[in-house]
């Protein structure tokens, strides 16, 4: 029967002997409040004396603990130092640490190459975050997060060797690459489309509560691609996705309760949804919200409002933003009337195809 009390105390008998596994797994325990009272400073007095022996785990673990403060002060570089020390014995987790700290330069100086290099030998022990992030490197010679795209990698792009990494951990079941594997099949990026498969993959990710996953299922549900459509199923899943903060189905549902989708029709609830991806700074939302705004629907009439909202989205080169903008600078509406700020903002929409 399972007993972390007396497996505590068994550790406690055993590091008090020097065994390095032992102070690493009561440390554990002390970290997180395991069959012992919580006490992270034991915990990393624990992790040292066990890292003091070569132990790649508490290493590791010391490491964590550096990184972001817990039970020591804060010390992004002696992180560093402690990863290094693990990954340099080969622990697959402490070479994907070092890769993240090299990606974006935590407590080292920035070097996406090298980042590339650690992720590898990480992917290659079948590490599936190690595998999930080199897959995004492969992807567009850049990384993606949650649908945005950050600065260029260390490696060239290879959306077929993506798709490969993505399989494997996905096939581990992780989420993260369920999802961004089954973007690839949904448009046919480096795999031969197929939306049927993108929304299994993206079941499986929603399932373990994925946000971006969530959203995608939920578009698919809503539009009837690659399942049968089914509006009240795409409001459940935006919902999941609204209420882990994603700004996407903020706005996804705030459409929906707007137009009465899936679901009988709220103008004042879209108001809110709108506001809460506003906030994110979603350009979609930050013009809808406008668009309330000026016509008061959902909220009270409010034209500079409206021109402000506009404004935010303009700014972010929404063409239908620029265009109803350039509108209010030429009748006045909500702003001083001004014709070629007009003009000019009818040019970028234009130049869009607006």
């Known amino acids: 029967q399972k007993d972390e009390r007396e497996a505590m105390r068994l550790y406690k008998l055993a590091a008090d002997q ?170 046919g990026s480096g795999v031969q489309k197929d939306e049927r498969e993108a929304v299994r993959l993206y079941k499986l990710a929603a399932d373990q509560g994925d946000a971006d996953a969530q959203f995608a299922l939920g578009v698919c549900y809503e539009h009837g691609s690659g399942v049968q459509k089914d509006e009240r199923e795409a409001v459940r899943l935006y919902k999941l996705a609204a209420d882990q903060g994603d700004a996407c189905a903020q706005f996804a549902l705030g459409m929906c309760y707007k137009h009465g989708t899936g679901v009988q029709k709220d103008e004042r609830e879209a108001v809110r949804l709108y506001k809460l991806a506003a906030d994110q700074g979603d350009a979609c939302a930050q013009f809808a919200l406008g668009m309330c705004y000026k016509h008061g629907t959902g909220v009270q009439k409010d034209e500079r409002e409206a021109v402000r909202l506009y404004k935010l989205a303009a700014d972010q080169g929404y063409a239908n933003a620029q265009y109803n903008l350039g509108v209010c600078y030429e009748v006045g509406t909500g702003v001083q009337k001004d014709e070629r700020e007009a003009v000019r903002l009818y040019k970028l929409a234009a130049d869009q195809g607006d």
Do not use: I
């Not at 032992?22 to 395991?34: K, P, V």
């Open 18 to 187: 020097g065994h390095a596994k032992a102070q690493c797994e009561l440390g554990w325990g002390y970290q997180y409040g395991t069959g012992v009272r919580k006490d992270e400073r034991e915990a990393v007095r624990l992790y040292k004396l066990a890292a003091d022996q070569g132990d790649t785990v508490a290493q590791y673990n010391l490491g964590v603990c550096y990184e972001v403060g817990t039970g020591v002060q804060k010390d992004e570089r002696e992180a560093v130092r402690l990863y290094k020390l693990a990954a340099d014995q080969g622990d697959a987790v402490a070479q994907y640490n070092l890769g993240l700290c090299y990606k974006v330069g935590t407590g080292v100086q920035k070097d996406e190459r090298e980042a590339v290099r650690l992720y590898k030998l990480a992917a290659d022990q079948g590490d599936p975050d190690a595998q999930y992030r080199l897959g995004l490197c492969y992807e567009h010679g850049r990384e993606r997060e949650c649908r945005r795209m950050s600065e260029k990698q260390g490696v060239q792009k290879n959306e077929r060797e993506a798709v490969r990494l993505f399989k494997l951990a996905a096939d581990q079941g992780d989420a993260d690459a369920q999802f961004a594997l089954g973007v690839c099949y949904e448009h």
